[in-house]
């Protein structure tokens, strides 16, 4: 330990160079970390589904959600599709005919996507419509 002791004072000890540079490089890494945490929280997603019309919200369990947009169970769990809708014309609303005589034909979200707002009430994932469309083209 003597030895790095006699090194540091032959190179001058820590003088105000140093005391610089740790200055600079606490407050430039010290302000990264609030960024680097925020991308957590800026970034986070939510449960989501095809949207069928302008103004429509996000409700978990709905008539309109049960009769356009597909679903699988498998292993007893309930899947929604999050890429595809059936091709319902629901302008007029719902009613059982529409549903029950709906085609199983279904086509991509074309109206975007409903979120689950009940944690977030905006997030980079739900303003950027190019990550859902990345995830259907990929499936």
Known sequence: MKQFQDTIKSVGGFGIYQRLHLVIIS???GSTAFFQMGNTFYSASADH???VYDNQT???QSPLKNCTIPYSSGGGDLSWNKCQRY???VSQGIADEVC???SEETINCDQGWL???TWYDSTVVFEAVFVELQQCVVK
Request: hydrophobic letters at 20%; glycine letters at 0%.
């Open 27 to 29: 407050v430039i890494t």
């Open 115 to 117: 979120y689950d707002k």
């Open 58 to 60: 996000y409700v978990d």
């Open 87 to 89: 091709d319902v014309n």
């Open 49 to 51: 589904y095809c949207k």
């Open 100 to 102: 029950s005589s709906r």
